[in-house]
């Protein structure tokens, strides 16, 4: 499953659905929160962007990659976009897999490949109301070398 969203998800109604939906040995979940300092910079608030269709088709050919590298029996893939405050839930993906290994491994690649091919564009807000897009990182991008074996 696969959503691109304003409001708020559970973790726990999340989890629930993963073993509900499957007879697996692992779940593995990954929930990523706004942060107060990126780049030693405070954040205020954070604003993502999408362009609806294209979103939603990068997201799953990102799952359909993970699928095809290790044995998934369940995938949620949660992005929140719009306004988001400090500490709220930005992203989750909950991986049901047979073996722990192959859980963490396509949750790992799932937020590698995210945070380097999905088209989100960030704008970060600091105290004194200035806004600003945030660039990609090189250490995504290093991240995500590992999985094509570079």
């Given at each position: 499953?696969?959503?691109?969203?304003?409001?708020?998800?559970?973790?726990?109604?999340?989890?629930?659905?993963?073993?509900?939906?499957s007879?697996?040995?692992?779940?593995?979940?990954?929930?990523?929160?706004?942060r107060?300092?990126?780049q030693?910079e405070?954040?205020?608030?954070?604003?993502?962007?999408?362009?609806?269709?294209?979103?939603?088709?990068?997201?799953?050919?990102?799952?359909?990659?993970?699928?095809?590298?290790w044995?998934?029996?369940q995938?949620t893939?949660?992005?929140?976009?719009?306004?988001?405050k400090?500490?709220?839930q930005?992203?989750?993906?909950?991986i049901?897999?047979?073996?722990?290994?192959e859980?963490?491994?396509?949750?790992?690649?799932?937020m590698?490949?995210?945070?380097?091919?999905?088209?989100f564009?960030?704008?970060?807000?600091?105290?004194?109301?200035?806004?600003?897009?945030?660039?990609?990182?090189?250490?995504?991008?290093?991240?995500?070398?590992?999985?094509?074996?570079?």
């Amino acid at each position: 499953m696969i959503r691109v969203q304003t409001e708020d998800f559970s973790l726990q109604k999340e989890y629930d659905r993963l073993r509900q939906l499957s007879s697996v040995g692992a779940v593995v979940t990954f929930t990523g929160l706004v942060r107060d300092i990126n780049q030693g910079e405070q954040v205020s608030s954070l604003t993502l962007e999408h362009y609806p269709g294209m979103t939603e088709k990068a997201l799953s050919e990102i799952v359909s990659q993970a699928r095809q590298r290790w044995d998934i029996q369940q995938c949620t893939l949660i992005h929140r976009v719009g306004e988001l405050k400090l500490s709220d839930q930005i992203v989750f993906v909950g991986i049901a897999c047979m073996h722990r290994q192959e859980a963490f491994a396509a949750c790992e690649f799932i937020m590698d490949y995210l945070k380097t091919q999905a088209p989100f564009w960030k704008k970060e807000s600091n105290s004194q109301g200035e806004s600003y897009w945030v660039d990609a990182r090189e250490s995504d991008t290093t991240a995500l070398d590992k999985w094509s074996g570079k």
